[in-house]
């Protein structure tokens, strides 16, 4: 956990948006397996929101979709997936 947020960090230093997208969705990642699935939420919108790359913002989408999801927001969850769905298929043309 200390690496990732070390990541983080130096990500921010240096104006990593793209790489910064990325620690955040790993650290979100870890944070859920402590279960701080809370914290774990907000990174990965903090994520979304740096995310430079389609098929990374596709995998964060689907992240985030479990959230809505467990709050019983079945079809906000399912339009996430749409959202995935479409960026994913973006990032393979």
């Known amino acids: 956990m200390e690496k ?5 960090q130096i990500a921010e230093t240096h104006g ?3 790489d910064k997208a990325l620690v955040e969705a790993t650290l979100a990642s870890a ?3 402590q279960g701080n699935r809370d914290q774990a939420f907000i990174g990965l919108r903090k994520a979304l929101q740096d995310s430079e790359r389609e098929v990374l913002e596709a995998d964060i989408l689907i992240s985030l979709s479990a959230e809505d999801q467990v709050k019983g927001n079945t079809q906000d969850g399912l339009d996430l ?10 990032g393979l043309s």
């Open 81 to 90: 997936v749409s959202r995935a769905f479409l960026r994913r298929c973006g």
């Open 31 to 33: 944070l859920i397996t």
């Open 16 to 18: 990593l948006i793209g």
């Open 4 to 8: 990732v947020e070390r990541g983080l």
